[in-house]
């Protein structure tokens, strides 16, 4: 990991967004002098924040990835607040009180993306520090079962309501990785897993914006049926317009 405990004073390696740099001694649990902080006035909530970074050629098996981190209430720092988690790649540790944290996962990608992000983190004060990797082993049940639940993750993506762009994307991926789960090696399951899980990640973000497309039609559609009669034409082009995409999954623009 490059400048993994940010003792550069600065984010060589990092990319980060609503979160910053800090040197104060209060984070207590910190490694060195500088760590990532987001924080707002008791009571108010940070939101959204996100610090990662992506490792390359990595071998495939068991590793474990640690950070010193928290996401807290600062009046109630030992009540669990949530939205705020460590990952690396497509596995996830919830943030809650300061601690150390810790998440073991099987790396099947030639990429790994690791690093802290909150959504809609009920916190007003997040931190994260020394992120460590560590490399566990090498077990080649272990890639393989991590590779097919790789496969049956986007499999089940591909059945939702995602657009065309990123359904395709998804099932080119399926259709290149799962032949090659037969093989008694590991040869292409890195490069099939790095497409897998970049198809994911798009699909799961075209999959959000479907489901707040369908609460927000929901919504309208309740205050059409409690709106006067002068509302009613709006309110109704508001939701037959929106239908219109919603159903039209099948096009890129949805």
């Known amino acids: 990991i490059t400048n993994p405990s940010l003792e550069t004073g600065d984010l060589t390696g990092w990319t980060a967004s609503g979160i910053g740099l800090q040197n104060n001694d209060i984070f207590s649990i910190k490694?060195?002098?500088?760590?990532?902080?987001?924080?707002?006035?008791?009571?108010?909530?940070?939101?959204?924040?996100?610090?990662?970074?992506?490792?390359?050629?990595?071998?495939?098996?068991?590793?474990?990835?640690k950070a010193a981190a928290q996401n807290i209430q600062e009046d109630t720092p030992k009540?669990?607040?949530t939205g705020a988690w460590i990952f690396a790649g497509l596995h996830t540790?919830?943030?809650?009180?300061?601690?150390?944290?810790?998440?073991?996962?099987?790396?099947v990608a030639d990429v790994l993306e690791i690093g802290f992000e909150a959504k809609g983190a009920t916190g007003n004060w997040l931190s994260v520090d020394n992120f460590q990797l560590e490399y566990l082993s090498d077990s080649f049940d272990d890639v393989k079962t991590e590779f097919a639940a790789?496969?049956?993750?986007?499999?089940?993506?591909?059945?939702?309501?995602?657009?065309a762009e990123a359904l395709q994307a998804l099932n080119d991926a399926i259709a290149a990785a799962k032949p090659l789960l037969a093989q008694t090696t590991t040869d292409g399951w890195p490069?099939?897993?790095?497409?897998?899980?970049?198809?994911?990640?798009?699909?799961?973000?075209?999959?959000?914006?479907?489901?707040?497309?369908?609460?927000?039609?929901?919504?309208?559609?309740?205050?059409?049926?409690?709106?006067?009669a002068t509302e009613k034409a709006?309110?109704?082009?508001?939701?037959?317009?929106?239908?219109?995409?919603?159903?039209?999954?099948?096009?890129?623009?949805?």
């Open 191 to 228: 490069a099939a897993a790095t497409a897998l899980e970049a198809a994911i990640t798009t699909a799961t973000t075209s999959q959000d914006v479907f489901a707040r497309l369908a609460a927000a039609i929901a919504a309208a559609q309740t205050e059409l049926d409690s709106s006067s």
């Open 31 to 65: 490694k060195g002098t500088w760590f990532l902080e987001s924080w707002t006035w008791r009571g108010n909530t940070i939101g959204n924040a996100r610090v990662s970074q992506k490792l390359t050629a990595l071998p495939a098996g068991r590793y474990r990835l």
């Open 234 to 254: 709006d309110y109704q082009a508001a939701i037959d317009a929106a239908q219109v995409v919603y159903e039209a999954d099948a096009t890129t623009d949805a």
């Open 150 to 163: 790789i496969i049956a993750k986007a499999e089940v993506l591909a059945s939702q309501r995602i657009n």
């Open 79 to 81: 009540v669990a607040q």
């Open 93 to 107: 540790e919830p943030v809650t009180v300061r601690a150390n944290y810790t998440l073991e996962f099987v790396q």
